[in-house]
């Protein structure tokens, strides 16, 4: 349910014109990146606990983060305004 609010927010930034479709398509994509191994060699694996789900959507929470950031970076380059770390 968190992962379609961050989806639909993104949308709303292209559609405002704050961000190209490219940047979004790499915002969406950090969004979509599987969180465990388990998700990305395709074996089955047991039903996740409570603390594996909250960690999951944590990881994807934190790859929108930092692709969120990257984004603000590169426009403030494109601006000319110097941004330190």
């Known amino acids: 349910m968190a992962a379609d609010k961050?989806?639909?927010r993104?949308?709303?930034m292209v559609q405002g014109g704050?961000?190209?479709t490219d940047e979004?398509?790499?915002l969406l994509d950090a969004l979509e990146q599987p969180a465990s191994?388990?998700?990305r060699d395709g074996r089955?694996?047991?039903s996740p606990t409570a603390a594996e789900v909250a960690a999951r959507q944590t990881t994807a929470?934190?790859?929108v983060l930092v692709k969120t950031l990257e984004l603000g970076a590169r426009l403030a380059r494109r601006a000319n305004i110097d941004v330190r770390w």
Do not use: D, F
């Open 6 to 8: 961050e989806r639909l």
């Open 10 to 12: 993104i949308l709303r």
């Open 18 to 20: 704050q961000i190209s």
């Open 24 to 26: 979004a398509a790499e």
């Open 37 to 39: 191994p388990g998700e």
């Open 44 to 46: 089955p694996h047991p």
């Open 61 to 63: 929470s934190t790859n």
